[in-house]
């Protein structure tokens, strides 16, 4: 049973960081595209960034440049290092993985597996 758990979360003012952390169990971790999305309150869950087995990471404009996905294969954990966090980043973040070699899209729809959230609050 594929399982993914987020950590990380919490409340920061505008311009500090955080790291999520996604720990995964269940398939084999590195054959499948993985990505972390957000969700805020009255909005559409979106897409923040997403990484397929060749490492090679893809991210929404709006966090490009401040927003770094990475994996750890020895320890099965995603991560997504957030700097220079802005209030328009406060929502819930979510992990998601599909069994796919090589992202689809960013698009919520085209993950299968998704974690329980971690909720990022930024302050002004």
């Known amino acids: 049973q594929v399982q993914l758990v987020e950590s990380g979360g919490g409340s920061v003012q505008a311009g500090g960081s955080l790291r999520l952390s996604c720990e995964v169990s269940?398939?084999?971790?590195?054959?499948?595209?993985m990505g972390w999305f957000r969700q805020a309150p009255g909005k559409e869950r979106e897409g923040v960034g997403i990484?397929?087995?060749?490492?090679?990471?893809r991210y929404a404009d709006s966090v490009k440049g401040r927003f770094t996905i990475s994996k750890d294969n020895a320890k099965t954990t995603l991560y997504l290092q957030m700097n220079s966090l802005k209030p328009e980043d406060t929502a819930m973040y979510y992990c998601?993985?599909?069994?796919?070699?090589?992202?689809?899209?960013?698009?919520?729809?085209?993950?299968?597996?998704w974690g329980q959230g971690t909720q990022v609050t930024v302050s002004s």
């Open positions: 998601a993985a599909e069994s796919r070699y090589y992202c689809r899209s960013m698009l919520p729809v085209d993950f299968t597996y």
């Open positions: 990484i397929d087995k060749s490492g090679r990471a």
């Open positions: 269940g398939y084999t971790y590195s054959s499948y595209c």
